[in-house]
């Protein structure tokens, strides 16, 4: 099946499949959240990007390997409604940006800094802090040695924009810098964006658009 990243609440799960690693995006709770699921094929080690909402669908999800970690890509309450039943559940390590960690009310086993490394088996994934919608807001980058790179944006960028900046023209400023600066001008167009709500898109497909982004401010 060729994957779409195109997912509902209430439906079925939508598979990425890579050499490396399988990425399973589901939607839950009331806000149509994506939870993304990292499966590591070499040694079947998971992890969880945002235990949004839903625990027992995302645990059905999980299955019976569990997961190693649950990363919660910002502090927002809809990205986090499920993760204290998934951490009771699985014994899963807790990874958010430094600067959010106070606003999630389950303890951050580690604290994520721009650059830093999280892995998942054999896999690795670098953290990209990006301000503006929140103040620790953080992005994950898999680069595929086998093809293009795939990132995980949170609520940092979407098809059509980056995220809510609450018509605070600083945060504005702050979040396109950080997004063009650390995502657009290092990645390539072939980049495959996975955002916290709604379907996924590429680089390629937003970069051509940056310049209206600046100009309405939003």
């Given at each position: 099946?060729?994957?779409?990243g ?11 499949e890579?050499?490396d ?20 094929r ?8 945002d235990?949004?909402?839903?625990a ?11 997961i ?24 899963a ?5 430094r ?12 604290l994520?800094?721009?650059?830093d490394?999280i ?9 990209r ?6 103040p620790?807001s ?10 293009h ?12 924009g980056?995220g ?11 979040l ?9 001008d ?10 916290g ?8 497909a937003?970069r ?6 600046h100009a309405?401010?939003?």
């Open positions: 099946m060729t994957y779409s195109q997912v509902t609440v209430g439906g079925p799960a939508d598979v990425h890579l050499k690693l399988m990425i399973t995006k589901i939607a839950v709770g009331p806000m149509d959240n994506n939870a993304y699921l990292l499966r590591c070499a040694t079947d080690a998971q992890l969880l990007i235990a949004a909402n839903d027992g669908t995302l645990l059905g999800t999980i299955g019976d390997d569990g190693a970690s649950v990363v919660t890509t910002h502090q927002h309450g809809d990205h986090w409604q499920g993760l204290a039943e998934i951490v009771a559940a699985t014994g390590r807790t990874y958010a940006g600067d959010d960690a106070e606003g999630i009310p389950v303890p951050t086993d580690v994520v800094d721009d650059g490394t892995t998942v088996g054999r896999v690795t994934l670098t953290a802090h990006l301000v503006g919608h929140t620790g953080i992005a994950l980058v898999y680069d595929d040695p086998h093809g790179p795939h990132v995980f944006t949170g609520d940092c960028l979407f098809p059509g980056v809510n900046t609450r018509k605070n023209p600083e945060a504005f400023a702050s396109l810098h950080d997004v063009e600066t650390k995502i657009f290092v990645l390539p167009d072939e980049t495959w964006v996975y955002p709500h709604g379907n996924d898109t590429t680089l390629g937003e051509p658009h940056l310049p209206e982004w309405r401010g939003w």
